[in-house]
């Protein structure tokens, strides 16, 4: 099976030229001339597909399984039930899909990274068994922090928020490449990061930590290292959310956010970092599912706005990349039109790529009608055709092969160096908030800790918590250390527990996730200061926590719960390493927002 779709990729090879020769070294941006070289040898290509093809190769499509011809038969149910098909395979052979994504969890496509690979190489059968042989474009959220999809056997690495509050473009690009480069040996050749939305509003219920912070001039610094580091790893990177989802109050995924920006704010507050990814030469942008008035009075959401997409992105900024969809499935795109016409209308408005459509055969044919209508011309599938292919040929898809080799992933993904530089990277980020009395780092005699508190499970292995994981980190740093899991709600009974487990301890570490106003997280950090045991608070998400804490004598944020955060937190309270982090948003007071509590730049050091 493989020798034949090699030979078939043979074919393609010979139709396209080798594209080393023509592009150079991946991620080196071409010289006009090369450049209409390689549009030409991809007109030829383009020129050979049917009109079927071609829309296939815009859509994004989600599946089930671990295995693109041989799921289990609970996700050949679901893929039927859901896609009209049994397989990825299949999908990719009905549809002439260009592209797919992989989720963890509920799609079931990520187990390990060998499995990982082998359904990339599934994929790619499938790809260049197509009439016309383009292989696959194969995608994630590789965010890192709070949204990752890929976690055991893959190297874990701070978040946007963390790598914003370690103020290091090298270890931002470093993280950048350590991920890309381990994407790559697994097939995915797109990653849907970084995010390029500056969080101005702390209550932001969808970008929060995923953002690099509020300062729209260091956003897009950090933005533009890990385009540089993405892309030089052979993949294409992806800023998001255009036009800006830093200020939102309401989640897109259930409902439709208005943006009340002017438009000199949005110059000043939401476009710096979407121009410096632009200038760093990112290969795609994603749109947001959101309204911006200043921008576009018609209140069509982004996505689905020429004046957005055409006017602003492509006209005004000059963006002459890939524009693909935020998940087409979400309701703040679904909130006026049918689920046949949004893939439609986001073409016209100057889409290139439609990510994830809740019913990929209602999309298909949707635009497949909107083309022999006349609604939607050849010509125009062209450009976008030509679009997804170009960044397909940059990243080497369109020369030699497009198959993992299993000794490429067992050398690079998870590799140890990998693995010590995101723990020296993660010890940089760790945010120090408070430390009365010098309260920090632990002294010699307080050997017998206490954890307890929120403990989330990690975001790809719901069988590891918070609160267990960061017991066992200062276990290993020679502590005796005893843990108790309240969780973000504690009623009574384990706030009593908590405090009785305290006694006799040499001091306690609280951790707290997304703490507010009527959070009983509050009554649970109140009780224990009140013990008289020295308490350690550290958020292991939102910085924001500390407004609502009252006088805790140490603080420290995190901005994330995976083990990489996590055992660089221990190494700080420990004293192992000195904290360096500085806070990348300002904090208000709770009961004041008018007032600053702590300061956009603030940390403290060990020898402050």
């Not at 490449?177 to 050749?189: M, N, P, Q």
């Not at 209140?299 to 000059?318: C, F, K, M, W, Y």
Request: aromatic share 4%; net charge neutral; glycine share 8%.
């Amino acid at each position: 099976m493989q020798d034949r779709s090699l030979s078939r990729r043979t074919v393609l090879a010979s139709a396209t030229v080798v594209a080393a020769s023509v592009t150079g070294v991946v991620g080196v941006a071409a010289t006009p001339a090369v450049a209409h070289q390689r549009d030409n040898r991809l007109k030829k290509i383009i020129s050979r597909m049917s009109i079927e093809a071609k829309i296939g190769q815009l859509f994004v499509p989600y599946f089930y399984g671990t295995s693109a011809t041989s799921p289990s038969q609970f996700d050949q149910d679901r893929n039927l039930r859901e896609l009209g098909v049994r397989t990825a395979a299949e999908l990719i052979a009905k549809y002439h899909i260009g592209g797919v994504i992989y989720f963890s969890g509920w799609a079931n496509n990520i187990q390990d990274p060998h499995q990982i690979a082998d359904l990339s190489n599934g994929v790619q059968r499938a790809s260049l068994a197509l009439p016309t042989p383009i292989p696959s474009l194969i995608s994630i959220d590789q965010e890192h922090g709070v949204n990752v999809r890929i976690g055991s056997g893959a190297t874990q690495l701070p978040g946007a928020m963390a790598l914003g509050a370690g103020r290091s473009l090298s270890d931002a690009r470093s993280a950048g490449l350590i991920s890309g480069t381990e994407l790559a040996a697994l097939g995915i050749r797109q990653n849907f990061a970084p995010v390029a939305d500056v969080n101005v509003n702390p209550a932001n219920p969808i970008i929060n930590v995923r953002s690099f912070g509020a300062d729209a001039r260091e956003v897009g610094r950090m933005v533009a290292a890990q385009v540089t580091g993405y892309q030089q790893a052979g993949v294409v990177a992806c800023a998001k959310h255009f036009p800006g989802h830093g200020d939102t109050g309401e989640d897109s995924h259930t409902g439709l956010p208005v943006i009340t920006h002017t438009r000199e704010e949005w110059d000043r507050v939401d476009a710096p970092p979407f121009k410096a990814a632009i200038a760093a030469g990112v290969d795609s942008i994603m749109t947001a599912h959101l309204q911006v008035p200043a921008l576009d009075p018609s209140n069509e959401p982004a996505t689905l706005s020429p004046t957005i997409l055409q006017g602003v992105l492509r006209d005004g900024l000059g963006f002459d990349g890939v524009i693909v969809t935020d998940a087409l499935n979400m309701r703040g795109v679904r909130t006026k039109y049918g689920d046949d016409r949004v893939p439609v209308l986001a073409l016209k408005a100057g889409v290139d790529q439609l990510l994830f459509p809740p019913n990929i055969d209602v999309a298909y044919n949707g635009v497949l009608a909107a083309v022999r209508s006349g609604e939607i011309t050849e010509d125009r599938l062209d450009e976008s055709v030509l679009r997804i292919l170009r960044v397909k040929d940059k990243v080497g898809l369109l020369s030699g092969s497009p198959y993992i080799s299993p000794k490429e992933v067992d050398r690079v993904v998870g590799a140890r160096r990998h693995r010590l530089a995101a723990a020296r990277i993660a010890e940089r980020t760790t945010t120090l908030l408070v430390n009365e009395d010098e309260a920090l780092p632990l002294r010699r005699g307080q050997k017998k800790l206490l954890v307890v508190g929120a403990s989330p499970a990690f975001p790809t292995d719901d069988t590891r918590t918070t609160v267990p994981e960061l017991a066992k980190a200062f276990d290993e740093l020679g502590y005796s250390t005893t843990h108790l899991a309240t969780g973000r709600a504690p009623d009574a009974v384990k706030i009593d527990e908590a405090v009785a487990a305290a006694q006799g301890r040499d001091a306690v570490v609280v951790t707290t996730d997304n703490v507010d106003a009527a959070s009983a997280q509050r009554t649970l950090v109140s009780r224990l200061l009140a013990t008289g045991v020295p308490v350690v608070h550290l958020a292991v998400r939102n910085p924001y926590d500390i407004a609502h804490l009252g006088d805790v004598p140490a603080s420290l944020v995190s901005y994330c719960w995976t083990e990489v955060e996590l055992r660089a937190a221990a190494r700080v309270i420990a004293g192992r390493v000195a904290p360096r982090g500085k806070l990348p948003v300002p904090i208000q007071r709770a009961d004041d927002p008018a007032e600053v509590l702590f300061r956009s730049g603030h940390g403290l050091s060990y020898d402050d």
